[in-house]
C-alpha cells in the first residue's frame, strides 16, 4: 500500500483516525444490471472522491473486521478475509439481492481528523474479487465472512465466467459478441440443408454447399 507525502505526514500525527471502506460491484439478481455498494466502518453514510469519481459510502457499524493486509510480489493469488455483519440492512442488500459471484472489491484506507472530522485523503489498499462468502447466523454472531482474491485470481477463472455475456458487457455494456455464448454449443447448425419443418431458404452456403453436391453427382453418374 502506497501513501502519499500528505497521508504519511498525517499517520505521523496521534489524531488521525484510520477507517476502511469497501466497494461492491455485484450483479443485480433481477435486473441483471451491475451495481455498485459501498461501506465504511464510520458513522452514518459518507461521500468521498476515490479515483476521481464520487462514492457515498453507508456507515453504521456494517464492516466489522477486516484482517491484516499481507502484500507479496510474484504472481501467487493473494486472500484478504472481511467480516461484515448481517444484521445492518446495507450488508443483507449487498449479499443477499445481489450476485456477488466473482464480483470486483475495492479496500480503501482513508484517514479522518476526528477533531475536525476533516477527511485528509484515501488511499487503495486491496483490488479484486469475492471468492467465496460464508454466512453465519447463529446465537452468539450474525456474520458473512467474505474471502477476497487478489486480481491475479481473473487468470483461474473457469473458462465460462470468464468469457459469457455478462463478462463482456463489464467491458463494454454495448458489446453483444458473447450474447449467446452460453448456448452456443448447445445449438444444431444447418449448413446447406433446411431443418425439419422449415421452409427452404436459400442462402450463400446453401447454394455453394448445392454446387458442390451437384458437381460430385455428375461425377460419380455412370457414363451412357
Not at 500500500?1 to 484510520?18: D, E, F, K, V
Not at 451491475?34 to 456507515?59: C, D, L
Not at 493469488?77 to 472481511?82: D, G, K, R
Not at 454466512?135 to 485470481?153: H, P
Request: hydrophobic share 35%; proline share 4%.
Amino acid at each position: 500500500m502506497q501513501l502519499n507525502s500528505t497521508l504519511q505526514a498525517a499517520l505521523s500525527r496521534t489524531t488521525i483516525q484510520p477507517y476502511w471502506f469497501l466497494w461492491i460491484s455485484a450483479k443485480n439478481r433481477e435486473t441483471g444490471a451491475i451495481e455498485e455498494s459501498g461501506i465504511w466502518n464510520g458513522i452514518g453514510p459518507t461521500t468521498i472522491s476515490v479515483a476521481g469519481q464520487t462514492r457515498t459510502y453507508a456507515g453504521a457499524g456494517g464492516l466489522l473486521s477486516i484482517d491484516d493486509l499481507v502484500y507479496s510480489s510474484g504472481t501467487n493469488i493473494q486472500t484478504q478475509n472481511v467480516a461484515l455483519s448481517i444484521l445492518d440492512p446495507k450488508v443483507v442488500e449487498a449479499i443477499r439481492v445481489y450476485d456477488c459471484t466473482f464480483a470486483p472489491i475495492q479496500i480503501h484506507l482513508g484517514l479522518i481528523d476526528p477533531e475536525t472530522e476533516g477527511f485528509l485523503g484515501v488511499t487503495p489498499a486491496f483490488e479484486g474479487f469475492i471468492d467465496s462468502i460464508d454466512i453465519s447466523t447463529d446465537t452468539s454472531e450474525s456474520t458473512a465472512s467474505l474471502t477476497l482474491a487478489s486480481s491475479l485470481r481473473n487468470g483461474s477463472r473457469p473458462l465460462y465466467s470468464r468469457q459469457s455475456d455478462a463478462d463482456q458487457r463489464k467491458r463494454d455494456p454495448n458489446d453483444k459478441g458473447r450474447l449467446y455464448s452460453s448456448v452456443a454449443g448447445n445449438q444444431t447448425v444447418f449448413w446447406g440443408r433446411k431443418k425439419k419443418g422449415d421452409k427452404e431458404v436459400n442462402s450463400f452456403a446453401g447454394i455453394l454447399m448445392g454446387t458442390v453436391l451437384d458437381h460430385f453427382k455428375k461425377k460419380v453418374q455412370p457414363q451412357p
